[in-house]
């Protein structure tokens, strides 16, 4: 019942830019809080933003003043603008509700984000 595509993934030098899209389930876009996680190879799947319903941000110390999150209610999209790309920023790139369990919750395939130096 619930739809999470993610897109706008690539191959990018550092420096560069790319705009990530999150087309969600109307079910799962009202929930308050939609962010964005990432997860590279041997780590973590970790947090790197979120956004609420009032429009509030939020941002990992490692992205902050690069990355911004943005969220179209027309649309049922959440994006990610992300900036200054640095190596370290290479991960699958996933969309979901901020309490998503990584064990339990549906997820879907994610897009490749891939900085080269």
């Known amino acids: 019942q619930v739809q999470l595509v993610e897109s706008g993934g690539g191959l990018v030098q550092a420096g560069g830019s790319l705009r990530l899209s999150c087309l969600a389930s109307?079910?799962?876009?009202?929930?308050?809080?939609m962010g964005w996680f990432r997860q590279a190879p041997g780590k973590q799947r970790e947090l790197v933003a979120f956004i609420t319903s009032s429009g509030g941000t939020n941002y990992a110390d490692s992205v902050k003043g690069r990355f911004t999150i943005s969220r179209d209610y027309a649309k049922n999209t959440v994006a990610l603008q992300m900036n200054s790309l640095k190596p370290e920023d290479t991960a699958v790139y996933y969309c979901n509700k901020v309490s998503a369990s990584v064990e339990y919750d549906y997820w879907g395939q994610g897009t490749q984000v891939t900085v080269s130096s």
């Open positions: 109307g079910y799962i876009f009202r929930i308050n809080r």
